[in-house]
């Protein structure tokens, strides 16, 4: 039989619970008096050694106070009596503690002493009255140190105590000047109202009570504490006995307290235990039943458990997939409908992230992907579910959102999940994500609208920059089916021959010729006209366009130089953009060869401009391409330096011809000092590491006349000429009607 099942039918079960608890409560009881009267104790040593420390400190106080008017006397200050006696008044009216002050000479006569009434009997009379008292003020004046009498019956009261000064020292002693205490007035002086109501204090001098202060109270002896006074002189001690009244005030209630409430407990245990034997009989039976009963439930339950969870879990990433997602925020809208709440959709899109799984293989995309989960995963509550949807895509829901804030913060706490770089397979990565973010129900009121909501939202962020987040607003679902309309124009254009080049060109400041020139793209939309890059870029990006884009501009570029053979324009280079997928890809050094010599076009004549965050990804695989690009004979350049990741590093590892300093410093560059610094330091770091330095966006002569002090080599920007078709910019050429250090003209 189990040992309990025998405690239960135990007849002296309840007596043995109640008899454990009084025990437990008599050794509480006990433990937590033996702490109590322990705590009295250490109160009583700190109010003892208080009053000592008080008694050494008042007795400093008067000694130094005599022995300055010793040190005075010793010093002819005192020519007459009476000036002496105005010194001693001064003294008894400051200080208010002494019986009387004495001057006593060599003989241990007191001679002279304020205050003279009272005190008449004293003239005349000899302190040195005993052996002990002899020798004591024979080593004083020897020594030159002070001498305390020790309590003692005063020729003129009671006890009291007599402090002496020597006057000199040695041979040249004068006597002494000596301070007289009466007890009564010196406790007065020295013990507050609460230590004299509650305490009796004895002095013990030389191991023997010598006089005691509220002899007559109401004492507890068993509560005593002695403490150490030192004085010069004195072997004393303070005893400190407190009165019964205090000893109680100092007791804690804990005591009786917690006696009587275990006692209580037990009482009450022992009641339940008596309930539970009753019941026991009539449960016991039900119980083997009911066990086995939740054991097959359990077994069912497990298996169904199983079953759900391989219909709703990823199984690459372990977290909710997309039906069960779905499935839940619906069932999320239908509560926060009735409940009056709000509900928020995050979707996050991981930037670069096909780049990374073309470049490096799927099993490494696939592992970066359950380690990305596993940090969002850290992330779920009872109020949170997190969710792969697919590709490069997580969902997150925040099913209980009181305000703005809520969806603020779990977006802070996303951005922190990415903070950290992901080391996949030996390698790290810095890996960020986009984000949109929809709220119901402002931006939808069912699950399918909210997320295509979030959907657009999240495109919308997208197209404002990576690594950021944008709500679903009023009036995105008209600028996304816009950018759907324009995205599938964007597949026909190269194949229509939509695309054109403009030309800005690059003044030499050295030479004012005008020698190098940058290819922008433009596209002459069959109905919205002509777009800038701003426009479509973006989105050829995110479709996968860019590289085809990219190496329609470097042909059509290299299409221009050879037509420029043979003109007035054949001595100018043409700068064109390249964009991070087309860094990445393996064939590009092969397309600007081939470009290149298809078109018999010396490679010196084509620049190739990357922004400094290109230059930074991937460091080892851009520096190969570039370097291969540069052993062409290509000229390379940085676009927009200094908005991002400006390194002394980047400079000396990449073959960089050109810097380009970027419009943002230059549009200040007169007005704000702190442009005009870095400006001249990015100029100053470029010459010394032999890279000749561009600057855009100069559109003021200000701005030239600046740039030309601090020897920049080339500037450009709307002053010299605005971006223009190729035929305008031959026109130019050709009538030399660009800036040369006159303003541009009208039709530039």
Known sequence: MPFVTRVLKSPFFAVIIFLAFFALAWALRSGLTQKDTHQIQANLANEAQALADNLEREFSVQAGALGRMAKRMENNAYPTRSLWQADANTYLNDFGIYQAIEWIDQEFIIRWLEPATANQNVLGYNVAFDEHRRQALERSAATGQADISGIIDLRQGPKGIVTYHPVGQGSENNGFIAGVFKMQVLAKQLLTDRILDQFQVEIIQRGEPSYALNASSNINYAFRETAPVDLPSLDWQLALSPTIDWVENQRSHWPRSTFLSVILMGALASLTALFAQMTFKRTHSLLRTRLELERQVDERVAVQVDLERLESTDTLTGLANRRFFMEDLAHTLSIAD??????ALVMIDLDRFQVLNDTLGHQFGDELLIKIAERLNSLSSETILVAYSGGDEFMICHQQMNDIDGVIHLLGEIKQCFAEPFKVLGQVHQVTATMGVAVY???GHDADTLLRNADIALYRAKDQGRNTY?????????????????????????????FVLHYQPQLNLDTGEINNVEALIRWQHPTRGLLSPMEFIPLAEESGRITEIGRWVVLAACRQLARWKGTPCEHLRIAVNLSGRELEDATLVDHVRDT????????HMLELELTEEIFIQNIAQNRSQLSQLHQLGTRLAIDDFGVGYSSLGYLRDFPVDLLKIDRSFITNVTERHDDAVITRAVINLAHNLGIQVVAEGVETEDQLSFLQAHKCNLVQGYLISRPVPGRVLERAIREDSLFTGQKATSEL
Request: glycine residues 2%; aromatic residues 4%; without cysteine.
């Open 338 to 343: 009735r409940q009056l709440r709000q509900v």
């Open 596 to 603: 290149l010599a298809a078109e018999n076009v010396a490679p």
């Open 441 to 443: 129900p402002q931006s």
């Open 470 to 498: 944008q709500f679903y607003t009023e009036g995105m679902q008209e600028k996304e089916m816009m950018r759907l309309e324009l995205d599938k124009d964007l597949s026909e254009a190269l194949a229509n021959d939509e």
